[in-house]
């Protein structure tokens, strides 16, 4: 091969990691506007003439997700792949599919920490809006604004907190998390591979 075959393989190369990447960004473009516009009408949804009560434990709720993908976004970019190689080897469910998260820990990390942590960060801030509305309609409170300020660290805390405590319990059981997760994953695509294959038979 001479130096210009090399340099039209580079170049082939390149071209072909720049249209991949565009449209992970398209992609990853698409599915933030399509999770975030569901997970408003889902929270406005749940949140519209409900109790105080229940609008907090709707806010816990959205807070609790943005942590639990985080751990898991960080978790897959600190797992090592060894040992679920192993547990693929002996075909442990779930292994598998683990190891397709950390061979793509850079997409994963982003899809939870930016993507799902993001937005469940602006509609948290949303629902902590809310809330505040409920308690000056329900509660005298001077000045009103202590209220909304109240809120939105009440919400800033419980996210940067369980965050912080999140990433120590990801990097310290990375492996675990990663493999519960390719758990999950394999139940959620059972049926549709099971599906698949049937058709392969009948094909057939």
């Known amino acids: 091969m001479d130096k210009s075959d090399r340099t039209s393989g580079t170049q082939k190369k390149a071209k072909k990691n720049g249209n991949s990447k565009a449209k992970w960004i398209v992609s990853v473009f698409l599915s933030t506007i399509v999770i975030s516009a569901t997970f408003s009408t889902l ?41 679920l190689n192993s547990m693929a080897a002996k075909k442990v469910p779930g292994a598998r599919e683990a190891i397709t998260l950390i061979k793509n820990a850079d997409r994963v990390s982003s899809i939870c920490n930016d993507v799902v942590g993001d ?24 000045p009103a604004s202590i209220v909304n300020v109240g809120m939105s660290a009440m919400v800033a ?10 990433k120590g319990i990801a990097m310290r059981y990375s492996v675990s998390i990663v493999h ?6 394999a139940i959620v695509r059972k049926p549709f591979s099971s599906g698949k294959r049937n058709k392969r038979k009948s094909k057939r």
Not at 126 to 142: G, H, M, Y
């Open 43 to 83: 929270s406005a949804a749940m949140l519209d003439g409900s109790s105080i009560l229940a609008a907090m434990l709707i806010l816990l709720c959205i807070v609790f997700i943005g942590i639990l993908f985080d751990i898991v976004g960080v978790a897959v970019t600190a797992a090592e792949e060894r040992p």
């Open 119 to 142: 937005i469940c960060g602006v509609i948290s801030g949303s629902a902590s809006a809310v809330i505040a509305v409920q308690l000056l309609e329900n509660f005298t409170f001077s």
């Open 180 to 185: 519960f997760t390719g758990k999950l994953m």
């Open 157 to 166: 805390g419980l996210t940067v907190g369980g965050k912080a405590v999140g």
